[in-house]
């Protein structure tokens, strides 16, 4: 069998009548994920040589992001993507050229942390509405899955173009050139995808005021996924720390784009894969097997002692990553009512957002305090960890899935 005919589920999914243009709108929307914090750290870091405001001023942005997204999903839930698109796109640009000119000015600092949150508020989680779409557009739980693969493969080739293209424009050209980079593609993509009004998820027009439960978008199912995730974006920051230091101190800083790239790597393959797989038994187990899968696969990352050893193991640990993505995607997705889907599968990314927060934070006093090369246990546990919470919550996950 070809590789050809294996993955022809990925074309027919563009046989649906505007999956193309809305899965490409998304795709650029999502380029400034990366783009934002890393442009702002990098231009807060040249105007004022301190790294500690400009790692500060990039977590204001990506805690008001991480809380205001899902406000924003619930929001397009009730009232259609296009509509609160417009809105949040308006505040997004000017957060982001309001905040460009604070910095280069030399405004107040607070008016960079003001500037900052005012931009990660205004941004959508646009993974989500993207997935909300297809889940609307595809009958068949099969076809889904494959669509949900498809865009967490998206995810990691973003991960991958987003941070060497902002620090390349930064570098060559001039640092506010790699931040307005970002805010302008996330712009473009944004307002493009509002305006494909005919493919957004259907709502109940007639009764738009009409009170939704909160819990709708969080039942046990969602929370139990949040909670893994959230220690999966444990990992996925510490990652980022550790492999830099590690390459640092192995006297090749450059083969720390190249392991992290691999890393990615890995994760987009397994993606490709699982997304045509056929496998047995629920979206549950799967959800709580994938999990174990990706704890144990992360305990080779404790045997790294030299480059040569960190590029096939960031592979392998890699390889784990989309499967345990995907299958809680599309668990979220066969659980939660399409009337508060977008603002479910917002708060699963919120989930792993904040974790990636976290597991810098940690892996960054663990470098300090036991060298690079030690400091990969940081990673390692919080996988073992995200195992560990799919596990006592998979009496929470029993429950029937959504037919189709």
Do not use: K
């Not at 969602?222 to 590690?246: C, E, K, N, P, R």
Request: proline letters at 6%.
């Amino acid at each position: 069998m070809s590789a050809r005919t294996v993955f022809s589920p990925y074309a027919r999914l563009f046989d649906v009548p505007g999956s193309l243009g809305f899965s490409l709108a998304g795709w650029v929307a999502r380029l400034p994920t990366p783009m934002l914090g890393l442009g702002a750290l990098l231009m807060v870091a040249h105007e004022t040589g301190s790294y500690a405001v400009a790692g500060a001023v990039s977590g204001a942005l990506a805690l008001s992001f991480s809380v205001a997204s899902p406000q924003w999903a619930r929001a397009m839930d009730r009232r259609g993507q296009g509509t609160v698109l417009r809105w949040s796109m308006a505040g997004y640009a000017v957060g982001g050229g309001g905040f460009a000119v604070v910095v280069l000015a030399g405004a107040p600092e607070w008016t960079w942390f003001v500037l900052a949150a005012l931009l990660g508020a205004s941004a959508p989680n646009i993974g989500s509405l993207v997935r909300a779409r297809w889940a609307g557009a595809l009958d068949a739980a099969t076809q889904r899955q494959t669509a949900f693969a498809f865009e967490s493969v998206v995810d990691e080739v973003v991960f991958v173009v987003g941070p060497p293209l902002v620090t390349l424009l930064a570098t060559l050209l001039a640092p506010p050139v790699g931040f307005l980079t970002g805010v302008a593609l996330g712009l473009t993509g944004g307002l493009w995808l509002a305006a494909q009004r005919d493919t957004e998820p259907a709502r109940d027009p007639a009764h738009p005021d009409t009170p939704v439960s909160r819990w709708a978008a969080l039942p046990p199912t969602v929370l139990v996924v949040i909670v893994s995730y959230l220690a999966m974006g444990t990992v996925f920051g510490a990652m980022d720390v550790v492999v830099v230091a590690f390459a640092a101190a192995e006297g090749v800083p450059a083969m720390a784009g190249g392991a992290l790239a691999v890393y990615a790597g890995g994760s987009l393959v397994a993606g490709l894969v699982y997304g045509v797989a056929r496998l047995p038994g629920t979206l549950a187990g799967r959800f709580v097997a994938t999990a174990v899968l990706f704890g144990v696969a992360a305990q080779v990352l404790l045997g790294v002692g030299s480059v040569v050893v960190l590029v096939p193991a960031a592979f392998l640990a890699g390889l784990a990553i989309a499967p345990v993505l995907v299958s809680g995607m599309s668990l979220v997705e066969a659980r939660v009512p399409r009337s508060a889907l977008t603002e479910a599968l917002a708060w699963v990314t919120t989930g792993l957002t904040l974790g990636v927060t976290v597991g810098s934070a940690v892996a960054g006093v663990a470098v300090d305090h036991w060298g690079a090369e030690t400091a990969f246990a940081v990673p390692a546990l919080a996988a073992a960890v995200a195992a560990l919470l799919a596990l006592a919550g998979s009496p929470l996950l029993r429950g029937a899935d959504r037919s189709g």
